[in-house]
């Protein structure tokens, strides 16, 4: 079993920036891959940014490219996403989650953190 717990949401203006991390604990030697996704109010979840946890490859959605990056480190194992140039379409609620092969889906997830952006 992997354990997620995510933090680091807030209030923040417009233009302003934010870091969470998503801790992993448990047999996180089997995760392949970490992502961060996120959910608005009325709206579905959807994908923000993943990385491979033994190589670091990253992926990013369109909407966050150039302005989100994902990170980690694996003697702490843990997962960041740094938040720059948030913009009020950016509140959400983030979660972080973990896939373990075989697994072709994100079946370990975090709480969720909160995080608004002022304009």
């Known amino acids: 079993q992997v354990q997620l717990v995510d933090s680091g949401g807030g209030l923040v203006q417009a233009g302003g920036s934010l870091r969470l991390s998503c801790a992993a604990s448990?047999?996180?030697?089997?995760?392949?891959?970490v992502g961060w996704f996120r959910q608005a109010p009325g709206k579905e979840r959807e994908f923000v940014a993943a990385?491979?946890?033994?190589?670091?490859?990253?992926t990013y959605a369109d909407s966050v490219k150039g302005r989100f990056t994902i990170s980690k480190d694996n003697a702490k194992n843990t997962v960041y996403l740094q938040l720059n140039s948030l913009k009020p379409e950016d509140t959400a609620v983030y979660y972080c989650?973990?896939?373990?092969?075989?697994?072709?889906?994100?079946?370990?997830w975090g709480q969720g953190t909160q995080v608004t952006v002022s304009s």
């Open positions: 448990g047999r996180t030697y089997t995760i392949s891959d």
């Open positions: 990385i491979t946890w033994s190589l670091g490859s990253t």
């Open positions: 989650a973990a896939r373990r092969p075989p697994s072709s889906k994100f079946d370990y």
